[in-house]
T-cell receptor
Framework: AQKVTQAQTEISVVEKEDVTLDCVYETRDTTYYLFWYKQPPSGELVFLIRRNSFDEQNEISGRYSWNFQKSTSSFNFTITASQVVDSAVYFCALSEAWGNQFYFGTGTSLTVIP | GAVVSQHPSRVICKSGTSVKIECRSLDFQATTMFWYRQFPKQSLMLMATSNEGSKATYEQGVEKDKFLINHASLTLSTLTVTSAHPEDSSFYIC??????????????FGPGTRLTVT
């Protein structure tokens, strides 16, 4: 069965601090996709990244970076030099195949304090 | 490209009435759409998979007679909450699956509909 665990329910950091959001997943499939979404108070999901199971390269996009480690079934998300606008709920998700049902983690609520 | 819209974005209705939520793929055809529900401070849970021209597939615990899904065209799926009650108040999000070349699929989420039942 597929499962995504985000152990951190809420995190508060002071602006400009770095913060890492953890994501651990379970799946028996050899081909799968991992995602991170940001959900601001408006509710709309904002796509951040997609990673397929065959690509373990870490990725950096501006202040965002992702660390994918199949050995530990983790796909962690780091925000460098956090800003108040980063305050939101962040969801990690797993899809058996890109375009099929998504399995979402419980989300991590990030608050960046000015 | 690949935009999914939902209408309405917010709706308030009285207990006992029915509410219809539309999910549209604006610039692509989607044979499959998904409906998710999100209660406050909780995760998104899949309610049902909507397939164009056939009956929807509901997840365990979701009442199909209460949450009617119609996917009558390749760009529109509707979710009707029948005889709504306050416990149905939630954020409903749809997603649409887009088929790319070589059988590769992508999925795009709508902006969500916030339903409040008074």
């Amino acid at each position: 069965a597929q499962k995504v665990t985000q152990a951190q329910t809420e995190i508060s950091v002071v602006e400009k601090e770095d913060v890492t959001l953890d994501c651990v997943y379970e799946t028996r499939d050899t081909t799968y996709y991992l995602f991170w979404y940001k959900q601001p108070p408006s509710g709309e999901l904002v796509f951040l990244i997609r990673r397929n199971s065959f690509d373990e390269q870490n990725e950096i996009s501006g202040r965002y970076s992702w660390n994918f480690q199949k050995s530990t079934s983790s796909f962690n998300f780091t925000i460098t030099a956090s800003q108040v606008v980063d305050s939101a709920v962040y969801f990690c998700a797993l899809s058996e195949a890109w375009g099929n049902q998504f399995y979402f983690g419980t989300g991590t609520s990030l608050t960046v304090i000015p | 490209g690949a935009v999914v819209s939902q209408h309405p974005s917010r709706v308030i209705c009285k207990s006992g009435t029915s509410v219809k939520i539309e999910c549209r793929s604006l610039d692509f055809q989607a044979t499959t759409m998904f409906w998710y529900r999100q209660f406050p401070k909780q995760s998104l849970m899949l309610m049902a998979t909507s397939n164009e021209g056939s009956k929807a597939t509901y997840e365990q615990g979701v009442e199909k007679d209460k949450f009617l899904i119609n996917h009558a065209s390749l760009t529109l799926s509707t979710l009707t909450v029948t005889s709504a009650h306050p416990e149905d108040s939630s954020f409903y999000i749809c997603s649409a699956r887009l088929r790319r070349d070589r059988g590769h699929y992508e999925q795009y989420f709508g902006p969500g509909t916030r339903l409040t039942v008074t």
